[in-house]
């Protein structure tokens, strides 16, 4: 029985089109760039174990993860490919990264000290550099830099591959911070100078690409837009979509007029109206904020047709009014897209008022969730049964 065969919602996940999307990221970059990709957070809430391999499949050697937990699971699926981890070592862990062949980003003085004294124990000593450029997040303040160009002696024994820095408002493509932040990691390249001659640089990450060939460098660090995301807000979407949110119709109602609908009397029927109830809610990552609102009213589509979620979003549901659609498609059973399609990732997580990538990370446990490979559906239940012969 492959995990939730009852559940009355589907997610499919398409590795075909991640495949394609990390191929079209790598087309958009200059001659001698090279695409890694980000798969932090369980490859944005998609599957590490399913998502790694389509995009290893698709080319890509070279990939960043938030924590030494996920580097470790990672390396347990892909044992060939590089691995970089964003958080970097600290004195007690420092060991398995040397353990699990993962190169640390190293975000300040006392991280490179930390790695310095681990590759002197050890093996290895590669590294990422990470300077901060104006995201104030991670990554080595200006009078860091400044340290550790004076004290070049600091990276003795350390291979660092690449030099790194983040921008913080890269899908506003006219925003002044961007061009700000380039000149200061070019200024921070220059003046590291000795220590890392051999280092590439890498600036960019989804939208970032998008700016053109001066943010490219030597490595870009595409997460969202390899999961269907739109990496340039302000223009029509040109990656690939990835998931699609199915749930069935659990109960369908009429409801009369001056009734009303879920908790605190949210939505208050003005006419006679049908109202269908879908096993989708907050606690599969169905945002509450997604309730019926007078403004980015959330939906999900019967057929093609829109119908608003009216009343809270509840734990395990969501109610939809259904008054305009044709009684006869609308029934229990019937199929509900709630994300893909007409209405986008995006366009939900607007409508619920964040954004994509919190959509995607905060889906649920709950679905039945199916992937698409060479065309083919598969579960993750065919996968391990696969892989254990
Ligand atoms: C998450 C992350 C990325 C990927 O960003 P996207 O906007 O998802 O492409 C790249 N670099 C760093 C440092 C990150 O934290």
């Not at 995990?3 to 089109?17: R, V, W």
């Not at 200059?30 to 698709?58: C, H, M, Q, R, T």
């Not at 004076?150 to 790194?164: D, S, W």
Request: aromatic residues 8%; contains cysteine; proline residues 6%.
């Amino acid at each position: 029985m492959p995990p939730n065969a009852f559940s009355g919602a589907q997610l499919t996940i398409d590795l075909d089109a991640i495949a394609a999307n990390w191929r079209a990221l790598k087309g958009h970059l200059k001659s001698g760039a090279e695409a890694a990709a980000v798969v932090k957070a369980d490859a944005y809430g998609l599957g590490l174990g399913a998502v790694a391999p389509a995009l290893y499949g698709a080319g890509c050697r070279e990939f960043f993860v938030a924590s030494l937990d996920e580097g470790i699971a990672l390396r347990a699926i892909l044992p060939e490919c590089r691995i970089y981890v964003f958080f970097g070592p600290t004195p007690e862990d420092a060991a398995e990264y040397s353990r699990h062949r993962l190169i640390p980003v190293l975000n300040d003085l006392g991280q490179i000290d930390t790695w310095r004294g681990q590759s002197q124990a050890g093996q290895g000593g590669e590294a990422v550099l990470h300077v901060d450029t104006g995201m104030s997040r991670l990554g080595l303040p200006g009078d860091e830099v400044a340290r550790l160009a004076a004290e070049p002696e600091r990276l003795a024994g350390l291979a660092i591959a690449y030099v790194m820095s983040h921008l913080a408002c890269a899908e506003q493509c006219g925003h002044a911070l961007n061009g700000a932040q380039l000149a200061e990691f070019k200024s921070a390249l220059k003046s590291l100078g000795a220590g890392t001659t051999n280092a590439g640089a890498s600036l960019a990450n989804s939208s970032a690409i998008f700016l053109g060939p001066d943010y490219h460098f030597d490595l870009a660090r595409p997460g969202a837009a390899l999961y269907g995301l739109n990496p340039t807000p302000e223009q029509p979407n040109q990656m690939s979509e990835v998931i699609r949110l199915q749930g069935k119709i659990l109960q369908v109602r009429r409801v009369d007029s001056s009734r009303s609908v879920g908790y605190g009397t949210a939505h208050v029927v003005e006419r006679p109206s049908r109202i269908a109830t879908v096993p989708v809610g907050y606690a599969d990552g169905y945002l509450r904020s997604a309730s019926n609102q007078a403004t980015n009213q959330a939906c999900g589509y019967v057929r093609g047709v829109r119908a608003p979620v009216v009343g809270r979003v509840s734990m395990d549901m969501i109610t939809l009014d259904v008054t305009d659609i044709p009684p006869q498609h609308v029934y229990p059973g019937a199929e509900v897209d709630l994300i893909g399609g007409p209405y986008s990732v995006d366009d939900f997580a607007a409508d619920a008022g964040t954004i994509g990538y919190e959509i995607l990370t905060m889906l649920g446990q709950r679905y039945r969730r199916l992937y698409i490979e060479n065309g083919k559906e598969t579960t993750p239940w065919a996968n391990a049964n696969a892989s254990r012969g």
